[in-house]
């Protein structure tokens, strides 16, 4: 804890970081020790990012997401997507996102457009 601090080059310092944080977790703002926690999260914020990415999520489990978030239904979908079997279409991975549908979700959802717009997973009919 008292070496000085130096950036994040690999998993061997980044696993020494990440014991560091959790050792320095709970530190006061504006101490020498949250100072440096501050310092520790943002390098590894940063390592994390060109190292670790996280991609998107798949469009239809934003979709399902949002409706766990907000309680609605299938029903609630279809001013959005359109008649009730295509929005069961569309949840079941048996039909793409229309530019329309897209626009639609992302006005009146939320949902980030770069999430919907990507291709889902659709699952292998046999």
Known sequence: MTSDLKPIRNEADYETALAEVEHL??????TP???RLDVLATLIDAYEARHHPIDP???IEAIRFRMEQQGL??????PMIGPRNRVADV??????LSIEMIRHLHE???ISAE????PS???KVA
Not at 73 to 78: A, F, G, Q
Not at 91 to 96: A, D, H, I, P, S
């Open 91 to 96: 949840l079941n991975r048996k039909r793409g």
């Open 108 to 110: 009146r959802l939320g």
């Open 57 to 59: 999520p798949d469009p």
């Open 73 to 78: 239904t299938r029903k609630d979908l279809e």
């Open 121 to 123: 997973r659709m699952d």
């Open 25 to 30: 977790w709970g530190a006061k703002s504006g």
């Open 115 to 118: 999430v919907l717009i990507r």
């Open 33 to 35: 020790e949250g100072d």
